[in-house]
């Protein structure tokens, strides 16, 4: 079992910055695929990155490639994801999930078995 917490959301301006942070429960973390994804009203939740057990492997939706890093800390049981150059279409509710690491860098929401209840991102334009 493995619990996902997530902080870091807000409300920024077109164009600035936030780091999101997904802190992870459980002693088996670094055996897991872990990925972002958000979710805007209305829309469905759909993949923004995804990282390996390693950390050697990213994988990014073309939307967000260049602009967003995810990066883990195995030590830390701690997923990030560095959100530059924000867009108002960026404003969504993020949410972290783990996967087995048998699935490679998945994009799909099935692929994943635990997900964290989500941190708002709000930006103006």
């Known amino acids: 079992q493995v619990q996902l917490v997530e902080s870091g959301g807000g409300l920024v301006q077109a164009g600035g910055s936030l780091r999101l942070s997904c802190a992870a429960s459980?002693?088996?973390?670094?055996?897991?695929?872990m990925g972002w994804f958000r979710q805007a009203p209305g829309k469905e939740r759909e993949f923004v990155a995804a990282?390996?057990?390693?950390?050697?492997?990213?994988n990014y939706a073309d939307s967000v490639k260049g602009r967003f890093t995810i990066s883990r800390d195995n030590t830390k049981n701690t997923v990030y994801l560095q959100m530059n150059s924000l867009k108002p279409e960026d404003t969504a509710a993020y949410y972290c999930?783990?996967?087995?690491?048998?699935?490679?860098?998945?994009?799909?929401?099935?692929?994943?078995?635990?997900w964290g209840q989500g941190t708002q991102v709000t930006v103006s334009s």
């Open positions: 459980g002693r088996t973390f670094s055996s897991y695929t």
């Open positions: 990282i390996s057990w390693s950390g050697e492997n990213t």
């Open positions: 999930a783990a996967g087995p690491s048998r699935y490679y860098l998945p994009r799909e929401t099935s692929k994943y078995v635990y």
